[in-house]
């Protein structure tokens, strides 16, 4: 049935292929003007909301002409003002407004309402917000006493939106509250989903990013529905991924929406936009060539539409990647300065920014009155602003504190700054968010490091390096909402990647089951992350007494990257002392050799290079350099950066036949020796497939653990080595494993049903209290954050495994399995996972795989 001609405006916001579609059939009619005008602005709208704005206002001019034929006044000034509107969309903001400005002047009640609204529209476009909201508080009015609630909503979503461009959060959400109820009530499916999409920005206005991912992809899902690819939604969810720390993410969604653009058309206006946010997703990407151009792109754009508050934005993208790409100067201190200014008139978000930058090329320039007035513009912060807002304003008041040389300022400003982000990081559930969000971190942090290696001070170098330290596993993470679909994603995830081994890569079936795995995967990590944070935790800060207390005959050894110099603080006997080492570049290239090394003889290809010795001496001393000699002769626990937590510590001669634990930090290590077994020793034993070696090695230890339940051929699936891992007392998996670099939230066991990933062991209610994984690379972790760490055996930390055995290279199956029978001997006679390991590599003798494999195995925790 053909839609009544007035209907066809309302239908042209929500469903703008089917007023389309009643348009066309409406004008084969032969309408008489009057109907006619309304098939074309109806049409016209449906061509804009598509993103075909040229068509859009062709056909609305002709709207507009046929209304002015009628001699409808009422027609003629409505035709007019969404004419109007679509002008300001395309970037001819004076003509738009020329446009409004005779149709709010001619219109009454109603008609004067929805024309305000889109007088409006074109104000927010130009970043005119302040005169934008003046206009919608009239709308509303108008539209209220005329009843008119899809228009009403239409006002209060606008009005939101004005709100929250001003900074006032609370208002926007309670528009936008209530507008979706109106949008709902009238079937607005379209603008319904707009105005989810815009409850996502005030989520993200108020740092609470995991409720933002939720509300934009919800809006997504509803777009799609109706085949609207909406420009709007990838800007923003470009910057809520940017602030969560997903910045390949954001890159993907930058690119895609630029090329979806170029291809298909669109506004003019959101073109500008779409490249101000590629620009900005790639100054966050360390890529300031790319960013330079995208930003002088969009600003050129912006200045043609006549924007000046997105124009002024971009010209502050350009700094940034100009400063990020190693140009300082007097000249780009004066643009700096001049931004800045320019940014305060406009009341841009980024002016703080702009004054940071502007202070630190001060400071370069030795212009110590200007950058001290400028950091103190950078550290001014408005009522209610949340806490990365808060965080970035105290690193402007850190970097002046220190300029004056007031450490005390300086220190504290930076501890300050670090409990606003921990506020922020406890926002999110999911592991991944709460260890990437550390990234913002970063720079307080290495101010507080920096001054205790000034002062040669041990003691302040440990404290503070704990401080921001493996903070994302303070907390276990948190379940998503929709933890049910979760559990079948991540199943047919496993049945897909199982049934694709049997497919040969690259052929139909191989594509198609490819394909389907990469949207399983993204169906889990979009379901993840949208996990809620805690509402309340206590941070507990670290109490070096108790390191003293508890650390007996062991020693401690945290190693702190500072300014690319490796730092070590050894605790030992109530005593600490600092070594400086020397450069992390060096330390990380002998790790990354010895490994090659240990990886080559678990192939049996033996080596050519170096032997197992000196490679371990070249290790030990880039590593320990003298520190080595300080450290006693009892159990040592080694707390290194991230990128050096999988390493083959065994190999090095001062820890080859000692006990030795990696922690992630010194807390997690003492929380871990707090732990207490549960009661009982249930013990579970896993042969995952394809492991004939390991065969032997499960069947051994079953005759030693008799009540062990045991899952083999077939049996060990993801439900029930979960059911058997969960509280275990002890754990035993010998399966292969995959260590995933570029997604390492999907390193994975091979179970019988297919991959057990992070995702999965994540569901744990309590980890087994002691882990053995006789599994290839299943100790290995990706670094993200400040110095935070992604993988297997990091998810366990926080879910309370007290120790975990694990490799840090493929190992020999055959020579895998005489290691771990003599470990399984060594714990049976009471020693601890570190003392069993020590043990078991002293008992090599001079065979090189034994060794080899032995080393290969890491200790984390106690």
């Avoid at 239908?11 to 005008?37: D, F, W």
């Avoid at 109007?84 to 009454?108: H, I």
């Amino acid at each position: 049935m053909t839609a009544a001609p007035e209907d066809l405006l309302t239908l042209a916001l929500a469903r703008p292929h089917e007023a389309i579609s009643g348009a066309r059939q409406l004008l084969a009619s032969g309408p008489p003007q009057l109907t006619a005008s309304i098939a074309h602005q109806a049409y016209g709208i449906g061509l804009r909301q598509l993103g075909d704005v040229d068509s859009a206002i062709q056909e609305l001019r002709l709207a507009l002409r046929l209304a002015a034929q009628s001699g409808h006044r009422q027609r003629e000034l409505d035709a007019l003002a969404t004419l109007g509107a679509t002008l300001g969309r395309a970037g001819y903001g004076k003509q738009g407004l020329a446009c409004l400005e005779r149709a709010v002047a001619g219109s009454r009640g109603a008609l004067a309402g929805r024309n305000l609204i889109r007088r409006a529209d074109v104000l927010l476009v130009l970043g005119r917000h302040e005169d934008a909201l003046e206009d919608l508080r009239g709308a509303v009015t108008r539209l209220r006493r005329a009843g008119d609630q899809v228009w009403e909503a239409r006002s209060r979503n606008y009005r939101g939106f004005a709100h929250l461009a001003l900074g006032q959060t609370r208002q926007a959400d309670a528009d936008f509250a209530v507008a979706e109820r109106m949008y709902a009530a009238g079937k607005q499916a379209f603008e319904f989903a707009e105005a989810r999409q815009n409850r996502g920005l005030v989520a993200f206005a108020r740092g609470d990013l995991p409720l933002a991912l939720k509300y934009l992809g919800e809006a997504g899902v509803r777009f799609e529905r109706l085949g609207v690819a909406w420009p709007d939604l990838a800007i923003d969810r470009c910057r809520v991924l940017l602030a969560a720390g997903l910045t390949s993410e954001a890159q993907d969604e930058a690119r895609h929406a630029v090329a979806e653009m170029e291809k298909n058309g669109g506004q003019p206006t959101k073109k500008a936009e779409l490249l101000f946010t590629a620009a900005a997703v790639a100054l966050a990407a360390a890529d300031p060539l790319t960013a330079d151009e995208r930003a002088e792109e969009a600003r050129r754009l912006f200045s043609a539409q006549h924007r000046s508050w997105w124009s002024a934005r971009a010209t502050m993208v350009q700094l940034e990647a100009h400063f990020l790409a190693g140009e300082r100067g007097p000249q780009l201190l004066r643009r700096a300065v001049a931004a800045a200014t320019r940014l305060d008139q406009l009341r841009a978000t980024e002016s703080s920014a702009a004054h940071l930058l502007a202070g630190r090329l001060a400071l370069a320039e030795g212009r110590r009155v200007t950058a001290d007035r400028q950091l103190e513009r950078a550290a001014e912060l408005g009522r209610g602003a949340p806490p990365l807002a808060r965080a970035a304003a105290l690193l402007g008041k850190a970097l002046q504190a220190e300029a004056r040389a007031d450490v005390r300022g300086m220190l504290t400003a930076c501890a300050r700054g670090l409990d606003a982000l921990d506020e922020h990081r406890l926002m999110m559930g999911a592991t991944e968010l709460r260890a990437r969000a550390t990234a913002h971190g970063a720079e307080l942090a290495r101010l507080a490091l920096r001054d205790a290696v000034r002062r040669k001070d041990p003691h302040r170098l440990l404290v503070r390096s704990e401080r921001w330290r493996a903070t994302a596993l303070a907390a276990a993470p948190m379940r998503p909402p929709g933890n049910k679909q979760l559990v079948a994603d991540l199943a047919a995830l496993r049945d897909v990647v199982r049934r694709a081994e049997d497919v040969a890569p690259g052929t139909p079936a191989g594509t198609a089951f490819e394909r389907e795995r990469r949207r399983l995967e993204g169906a889990v990590r979009s379901r993840t992350l949208k996990a809620p944070g805690h509402d309340a935790m206590a941070i507990a800060e670290f109490d070096l007494g108790q390191v003293f207390a508890e650390q007996g005959d062991t020693t401690l050894v945290e190693m702190v990257e500072v300014d690319d110099i490796l730092q070590v603080v050894v605790v030992r006997d109530r005593r600490m002392r600092l070594h400086p080492v020397g450069p992390l570049s060096v330390a990380t290239f002998e790790a990354q050799r010895a490994l090659f090394t240990l990886r080559q003889l678990a192939r049996g290809h033996g080596t050519t290079g170096p032997a197992l010795d000196v490679i371990g001496a070249r290790l030990s001393s880039a590593l320990l350099g003298h520190a080595a000699t300080d450290l006693g002769d009892g159990p040592v626990v080694i707390v290194p950066p991230g990128r050096l937590q999988a390493l083959p510590w065994h190999l090095l001669p001062p820890l080859a036949d000692r006990p030795v634990s990696v922690a992630p930090s010194t807390a997690i290590w003492l929380r871990a020796r707090h732990l207490r077994p549960p009661p009982g020793h249930r013990v579970a034993l896993v042969l995952g497939p394809g492991l004939t070696a390991a065969g032997a090695e499960i069947r051994r230890l079953a005759e030693r653990y008799p009540e062990a339940t045991v899952l083999s051929e077939g049996a060990a699936t993801a439900e029930r080595v979960l059911r058997a891992l969960d509280g275990a007392w002890l754990a035993h998996i010998a399966a292969h494993g995959s260590f995933r670099s570029d997604s390492p939230m999907f390193s994975s066991l091979q179970l019988d049903d297919g991959p057990l990933t992070v995702y999965d062991i994540e569901r744990l209610g309590h980890a087994p209290y002691r882990l053995i994984l006789s599994c290839c690379e299943s100790g290995l972790a990706h670094p993200v954050g400040a110095d935070e760490l992604l993988g297997l055996t990091s998810s366990l930390v926080p879910l309370g495994a007290a120790g975990i055995l694990a490799s840090v290279v493929p190992v020999n199956d055959q020579a895998a399995v005489p290691v771990m029978t003599a470990l399984h001997d060594n714990l049976h006679a009471g020693q601890s996972l570190a003392e069993a390991l020590a043990s078991v590599r002293a008992g090599c003798g001079d065979d090189p795989i034994a060794v080899a494999t032995a080393c290969s195995f890491v200790v984390l925790g106690v």
